[in-house]
């Protein structure tokens, strides 16, 4: 259980981390286990991610546009169900991507907090959606570099956009993880420990997280 003084809001329950298609036994288990996201699964979680805010996920929110910002991936969308992601498809684009880059593995959806949560705040209540561009593939469970997007402002803006992978589930060297380790509480993030020497910094209150600020 949380110690003293950790608000009940953010006590970990057994029900709301549960969501179908994923296995997990507990909001602990989930928190160390890759998820196993069933192919209908992906689309329900693009569909809302996409309508939990105004601004569709494929752009920033809660951090500068243009800065780094990490996640990790729950689910890969095919070709098929990003031409079926409506207004976010017409998004992508808007931004000068090209119907031909827009195959199986090019847009994902990402956590930026662990693990569960009610639907509004917790880890799919803040998911992320972004651009995987053209040879570059990443899979469930990977940490991620995102650079995030800009909206349109007189330009084409752009979108969430992949830079780089920066830690697999099966890498030797571990230096990302969900902090504070304390698997009860869902609403920790991602810290690794280059992050400060790479000149990131930790954004505080309700949606505390670690960026890497526009050049």
């Known amino acids: 259980?949380?110690?003293?003084?950790?608000?009940?809001?953010?006590?970990?329950?057994?029900?709301?981390?549960?969501?179908?298609?994923?296995?997990?036994?507990?909001?602990?288990?989930k928190a160390s286990t890759v998820w196993k996201v069933q192919p209908s699964i992906i689309a329900i979680a693009i569909m809302l991610t996409s309508c939990a805010t105004s601004v569709s996920r494929l752009y920033p929110y809660h951090v500068p546009a243009d800065s780094l910002r990490l996640a990790e991936v729950m689910a890969v969308a095919t070709r098929d169900q990003i031409a079926g992601m409506g207004s976010n498809y017409d998004l992508l684009l808007a931004s000068g991507i090209k119907p031909s880059e827009l195959t199986d593995g090019s847009v994902a959806v990402a956590r930026t907090y662990c693990c569960g949560g009610p639907s509004w705040a917790g880890e799919q209540g803040q998911a992320m959606l972004f651009y995987v561009p053209s040879g570059m593939k990443v899979d469930?469970?990977?940490?991620?570099?995102?650079?995030?997007?800009?909206?349109?402002?007189?330009?084409?803006?752009?979108?969430?956009?992949?830079?780089?992978?920066?830690?697999?589930?099966?890498?030797?060297?571990?230096?990302?993880?969900?902090?504070?380790?304390?698997?009860?509480?869902?609403?920790?993030?991602?810290?690794?420990?280059?992050?400060?020497?790479?000149?990131?910094?930790?954004?505080?209150?309700?949606?505390?997280?670690?960026?890497?600020?526009?050049?």
Request: net charge positive; charged share 20%; proline share 11%.
């Open 1 to 29: 259980m949380p110690g003293p003084g950790v608000p009940d809001q953010n006590r970990s329950r057994t029900h709301w981390a549960y969501t179908p298609g994923v296995t997990a036994t507990s909001t602990a288990a």
């Open 140 to 215: 469930v469970g990977d940490i991620v570099e995102i650079r995030m997007g800009r909206l349109p402002n007189g330009d084409r803006g752009r979108v969430n956009t992949l830079t780089r992978i920066r830690q697999k589930p099966g890498d030797g060297d571990q230096s990302c993880r969900w902090d504070p380790p304390n698997p009860a509480l869902w609403e920790r993030i991602l810290y690794c420990d280059w992050m400060q020497q790479e000149g990131w910094v930790k954004q505080t209150g309700v949606f505390s997280t670690w960026y890497k600020p526009p050049p």
